[in-house]
């Protein structure tokens, strides 16, 4: 049981290179998160989805685009890196309330992307 | 506005002993969840204690404790004991079950950070 794992782990784009990073996890959870954690900020959410096929803007989108085809997988696109865009990327999933009923719902963290754009 | 305020950017605490990280909060929907999340040097956020908006009773887990004051809307860190492996940054952060449009997707909203680190 892997958890959530992020590929790749370390990237340098630069200007204008497009990337997408990958996100994994292998506890049936129906909700996905991208996070980015920039110094001296907490995280914030770039996207989610709560389920195969759904997407939605969370808090700072723009230059992002996501997908989610399998219920495993949550994709972050960058189309033309901006060196506004270096940051660290974490994903996160968790289960629905829905399933749960509960309002705990732990999300669980991959370790993260370090992405600097030159 | 800031929906989850860490107004302590650092702290300080000697081994063994215990030490409080603050947090408030702001929201208006009745069910909510509050969560406190560690960030070694590492990187890796590991989730440490939740706290349900209904909850009666304060939540504790080990060395964790979480003083929640519902009325002045603070969920204050504490641990106890503090030890060497303590050292880290402490991230306080707010589950809203409503979200906007009225879909529930359990966004985390996070506040700053502390940077807590135990001296010898």
Excluded at chain 2, 52 to 61: I, K, L, M, R
Excluded at chain 2, 82 to 88: H, I
Aim: aromatic share 12%.
């Amino acid at each position: 049981n892997a958890g959530v794992t992020q590929t790749p782990k370390f990237r340098v784009l630069k200007t204008g290179q497009s990337m997408t990073l990958l996100c994994a996890q292998d506890m049936n959870h129906e909700y996905m998160y991208w996070y980015r954690q920039d110094p001296g900020m907490g995280l914030r959410l770039i996207h989610y989805s709560v389920g195969e096929g759904t997407t939605a803007k969370g808090e700072v989108p723009d230059g992002y685009n996501v997908s989610r085809l399998k219920k495993q997988n949550f994709l972050l696109g960058l189309e033309s890196a901006a060196p506004s865009q270096t940051s660290v990327y974490f994903c996160a999933s968790s289960s629905s309330p829905q399933d749960t009923g509960l309002l705990l719902n732990e999300q669980f963290f991959g370790p993260g992307t370090r992405l600097t754009v030159l | 506005a800031q929906k989850i305020t860490q107004t302590q950017p650092g702290m300080f605490v000697q081994e063994k002993e215990a030490v409080t990280l603050d947090c408030t909060y702001d929201t208006s929907d009745p069910s909510y969840g509050l969560f406190w999340y560690k960030q070694p040097s590492s990187g890796e956020m590991i989730f440490l204690i939740y706290q349900g908006s209904y909850d009666q009773q304060n939540a504790t887990e080990g060395r964790y404790s979480l003083n929640f004051q519902k009325a002045r809307k603070s969920a204050n860190l504490v641990i106890s004991a503090s030890q060497l492996g303590d050292s880290a940054m402490y991230f306080c952060a707010m589950r809203e079950i409503t979200g906007a449009g009225g879909t529930s997707y359990g966004k985390l909203t996070f506040g700053q950070g502390t940077i807590l680190t135990v001296h010898p």
